[in-house]
T-cell receptor, first 116, second 116 residues
């Protein structure tokens, strides 16, 4: 079955280290998204991509970067991890139904990141 | 700018009670989608429903029902005869335009606890 996976599921790192969270989907979706979930804030958009080589900043993009070299993957990199980036990170993807219509977003299982 | 407000941060009910989760949204767009997602204790995000701004028809799916009212900018979710398995955090979300797969703006979530 097609799916969306995230790895690792749990990660503990130290302040200042570079961290990369992986997101892989086998639905062949053009659109992929990264959100972070924090208590009281719901989910907030970090970065998103509408296709290969396309990346865009979301609401809370400072300190994060993404790259899209193929359809299946959108890795999220924390350039220099900070304690404020301790959070649960969700990847999502959605299909492009036509040139102007896209389908609902479906989410991966999440990665819990702790920055000490 | 768009905003989603879920004023109820936590609700506790006894099994078999009916419960309504409130969602109020703000957007300047005339076309948009509204969503509800469920996050059970296991942590994943499960898509429940989406509604576009042209479709104010209420929807019922088993014990779940949704009331969309553009006049009050609300998209409320009712669970009839609640069960312990309904215990979860529920998120309301909004996307601009006619693309259901566009970036989502989430409310802060409502934690529902159903006690036996």
């Amino acid at each position: 079955d097609a799916e969306i996976t995230q790895s690792p599921r749990h990660k503990i790192t130290e302040t200042g280290r570079q961290v990369t969270l992986a997101c892989h989907q086998t639905w062949n979706h053009n659109n992929m998204f990264w959100y972070r979930q924090d208590l009281g804030h719901g989910l907030r958009l970090i970065h998103y991509s509408y296709g290969v080589q396309d990346t865009n900043k979301g609401e809370v993009s400072d300190g994060y970067s993404v790259s899209r070299s193929n359809t299946e993957d959108l890795p999220l990199t924390l350039e220099s991890a900070a304690s404020s980036q301790t959070s649960v990170y969700f990847c999502a993807s959605s299909a492009e139904l036509s040139s102007s219509l896209t389908d609902t977003q479906y989410f991966g299982p999440g990665t819990r990141l702790t920055v000490l | 700018a768009q905003k989603v407000t879920q004023a109820q941060t936590e609700i506790s009910v006894v099994e078999k009670e009916d419960v309504t989760l409130d969602c109020v949204y703000e957007t300047r767009d005339t076309t948009y989608y509204l969503f509800w997602y469920k996050q059970p204790p296991s942590g994943e995000l499960v898509f429940l429903i989406r509604r576009n701004s042209f479709d104010e028809q209420n929807e019922i799916s088993g014990r779940y029902s949704w009331n969309f009212q553009k006049s009050t900018s609300s998209f409320n979710f009712t669970i009839t005869a609640s069960q312990v398995v309904d215990s979860a955090v529920y998120f309301c979300a909004l996307s601009q335009g006619l693309n259901a797969g566009n970036m989502l703006t989430f409310g802060g979530g409502t934690r529902l606890m159903v006690k036996p």
